[in-house]
């Protein structure tokens, strides 16, 4: 079972960025799927990112806007999620999953049911 930590929250004024950092342990990084969530106060945990294990293939959800990017360096178990113009409705709990299992197209990934492991997640607040 892979162990994750999330790193590089925070409180950050509309219009900056942010940079999260997700590591892992205990599992073989390079064979899993890698992502991001988010769950703002009385929401559900929705999706937000999304990269193959090899780095070859990202998805990202329709609200990122192409200001979030997410990658990755397997030579050091690491996944990123880069956040640019972010915005108040961006404040949430981020979490980084990872999955092992084959489950198709990546865009399957959009559900909580496809992630078998999870961070502790870390805060991001945007003020306006």
Known sequence: QVQLVESGGGLVQAGGSLRLSCAA?????????????????GKDREFVAAISSSGGSMYYAD???????ISRNNANNTVWLQMNSLKPDDTAVYYCGADGRLLGPIAKRRMT??????????QVTVSS
Not at 113 to 122: E, K, V, Y
Request: glycine share 14%; charged share 10%; proline share 3%.
């Open 25 to 41: 342990s205990g599992g073989t990084f390079s064979s899993y799927v890698m992502g991001w969530f988010r769950q703002a106060p």
């Open 63 to 69: 609200f990122v806007e192409d200001r979030f990017t």
């Open 113 to 122: 049911s496809a992630w078998s492991s999870w961070g502790q997640g870390i």
